[in-house]
């Protein structure tokens, strides 16, 4: 299986939701331009007065192509879990991941080694992950 199984310990470690705050409207950002299986995008990070990153924003393809839509609506349900208290490691611990090296589809899950973003979804949440981090 790909998709990681979480509990609600590894979304909020107190199981007390936190309040979304609304950012303010002019705060810190980073773009950076990631590529997922040779194709690239952009993701944004959005950062509240603390230095946590809170929103992001993520572009591919064409302006009003399915793919760019799909990256938009997916960056706002990521935000939306984001100013909720749900941490980036948890987000990208729950998406799927590949082999970073070829291997035979049987061997999918219990390939060893370094596991890469399946999608640029993965590439973005594993962008936020490095953020929170530093």
Do not use: W, Y
Not at 33 to 51: I, K, R, S, Y
């Amino acid at each position: 299986m790909l998709l990681a199984q979480l509990t609600s310990d590894d979304l909020m470690p107190d199981a007390t939701p936190t309040p979304r705050q609304r950012l303010p409207n002019r705060r810190p950002s980073h773009t950076e331009t990631l590529q997922v299986d040779g194709q690239t995008f952009t993701a944004t990070v959005g950062f509240d007065e603390c230095g946590r990153p809170r929103e992001v924003f993520m572009a591919a393809g064409k302006e009003g192509s399915l793919l760019n839509a799909m990256l938009a609506d997916a960056a706002v349900v990521v935000s939306i879990a984001l100013q909720n208290g749900v941490p980036p490691a948890a987000l990208a611990k729950s998406v799927g991941r590949l082999p970073a090296a070829p291997v035979a589809p049987v061997d999918l899950d219990s390939a060893p080694g370094q596991k890469v973003p399946a999608s640029p979804i993965g590439a973005a949440l594993d962008l936020l992950r490095s953020f929170e981090e530093n």
